[in-house]
């Protein structure tokens, strides 16, 4: 058996296996690159990926760095199933729809510059349709169950507490009379953390694909976390400010929604209002409350009870994208969650650029920023940035909350490894850049006596 890395090596996007039997070939995630215009021109299907038929996709979870190759996947005459969570089919769908709708959007500007220019116009990746196409080739698999997917390979989805109907999964290959358990992470959540459940506890693996993020440290603690937001909302608050919450669609923006109502609830802030800005985001709360099933218990009895809805009486969802220019003219103080979430697309970089240069307005950045994207540059202190073309001042209060991510931190990480440690597994450390996999794979050693393999872009294993 052979294993090929097409993404996510020394870097946290493209997420993409390839593994190959003598008589299988089985992709596990199909993302897409992001970050820097480098970068994203990563973006292809290898031709060594489909230089013969695969027998089927597998997904971990509905983020695009995880799907968003599929529709270029698709686009190189892929036909086979695409095996996932109902959660994750649901979302992925919003997540695939709305990249194809940001990329048109993005193309047509594109080519009216180019169209003046004299130059040739560009194409975008994909397009609605094409997510279609991928939608028409989504098959359920349940939590905890083995399912077939190809000759000699079956696979398990258990959680991983990162967003709603995430999964790590666990493969299972039968070749030349020997049985062999390959467990991929996927993305992990924290534990302990509110609406999901924890990441479940694996205790078997001979080879373990794990993620490394965070993988060189542990987050704020969610209670400092909070004490942090606060702050940062009770600035802004006094100087009737706008508080900018870059945000990822599925599960940040519900999470953040969360500790709003909390904070409301409480009386730790008095109530102001809240700006949904995302028509995705609001699709994706509406399927988190339609599958509590994946929710933990608290969420699911604040949901049932009313609460959730009393706290955040003044929230507004903002579809249309009239609706979102006239976010500019309201005035503060007041919230608002829009998306990209690394600030390289989106609505965010309309309300950034109509406000960072006031000293009254505060920019919450909430989750992962990869190299070169603009919520980096803003998380590491840029003075001023480029906008549309245009040099925006940052004078803003922007503060980084770790504490919201999605990932697990390295302890996190360690909890997760710590029951297959015992197995003895070959261990391979990817979905990180190269400092956070280089010190995981220190403490990993340190803790557990198990010397991990890191990887580069495209290397072959053999298993």
């Keep these: 058996m052979e294993i090929t890395v097409y993404g996510a090596a020394g870097e946290v996007t493209g997420s993409c296996y390839l593994v190959e039997t003598k008589s299988a070939r089985v992709v596990v995630d199909c993302g897409m690159f992001q970050g820097s215009e480098k970068v994203e021109r990563m973006n292809k299907i290898p031709a060594s990926l489909t230089s013969r038929p695969l027998d089927a996709v597998i997904l971990t979870h509905a983020h695009l760095d995880h799907t968003g190759r599929l529709p270029l996947l698709v686009q190189s005459r892929y036909r086979g199933p695409i095996y996932a969570t109902k959660g994750t089919i649901d979302i992925a769908g919003l997540i695939l729809q709305d990249a194809a709708k940001i990329q048109e959007q993005d193309s047509q500007r594109l080519n009216r510059k180019l169209r003046r220019a004299g130059r040739n116009r560009i194409e975008p990746l994909f397009t609605p349709e094409t997510v279609d196409r991928v939608s028409k080739l989504m098959r359920v698999i349940d939590y905890d169950q083995w399912h077939s997917v190809a000759d000699g390979i079956k696979v398990k989805a258990v959680e991983a507490g990162h967003i709603l109907g995430s999964a790590s999964i666990i493969m299972a290959v039968e070749e030349n009379g020997t049985s062999r358990t390959i467990v991929f992470s996927g993305d992990l959540g924290p534990f302990d953390a509110p609406i999901l459940r924890d990441p479940a506890c694996i205790e078997n693996a001979d080879v373990v694909f794990m993620e490394s993020t965070y993988g060189d440290r542990d987050h704020l603690s969610l209670a400092e976390t ?97 609706e979102s220019r006239a976010l500019n003219s309201v005035e503060g103080p007041c919230l608002i969650m829009a998306g990209a979430g690394m600030c390289n697309a989106g609505r965010i970089l309309h309300h950034l650029r109509h406000s960072l240069w006031l000293d009254s307005t505060a920019v919450a950045i909430v989750g992962y920023q ?47 490894l710590k029951p297959m440690a015992a197995a003895n597994p070959r261990l391979i450390i990817t979905h990180g850049e190269d400092h956070p996999r280089h010190e995981l794979s220190y403490k990993v050693k340190q803790l557990y006596g198990l010397s991990a393999e890191i990887p580069k872009m495209g290397d072959r294993l053999t298993i």
């Excluded at 909070?226 to 009770?234: G, H, M, S, V």
């Excluded at 008095?270 to 609001?282: E, N, Q």
């Excluded at 190299?371 to 940052?394: C, H, P, Q, W, Y």
């Design 226 to 322: 909070l004490k942090e937001f606060q702050e940062l909302i009770a600035f802004a608050v006094e100087r009737k400010g706008k508080i900018l919450v870059p945000t990822f669609a599925v599960g940040r923006a519900q999470q953040i929604l969360y500790h709003l109502a909390e904070f409301f609830r409480k009386g730790d802030l008095a109530p102001f209002p809240i700006y949904l800005d995302s028509p995705m985001a609001i699709a994706a709360t509406s399927l988190y409350v339609k599958h509590e099933e994946l929710m933990d218990e608290e969420a699911t009895e604040l949901q049932n009870s009313g609460q959730l809805k009393h706290d955040l009486s003044t929230l507004v969802n903002c579809e249309s994208a009239d």
């Design 370 to 416: 990869s190299k070169g994207s603009l919520g980096r540059l803003l998380v590491d202190g840029a003075v001023k940035v480029k906008i549309f073309g245009e040099t925006v001042m940052v004078r803003a209060r922007v503060r980084g909350l770790g504490g919201f991510s999605a990932h697990a931190g390295q302890s996190d990480l360690l909890r997760w």
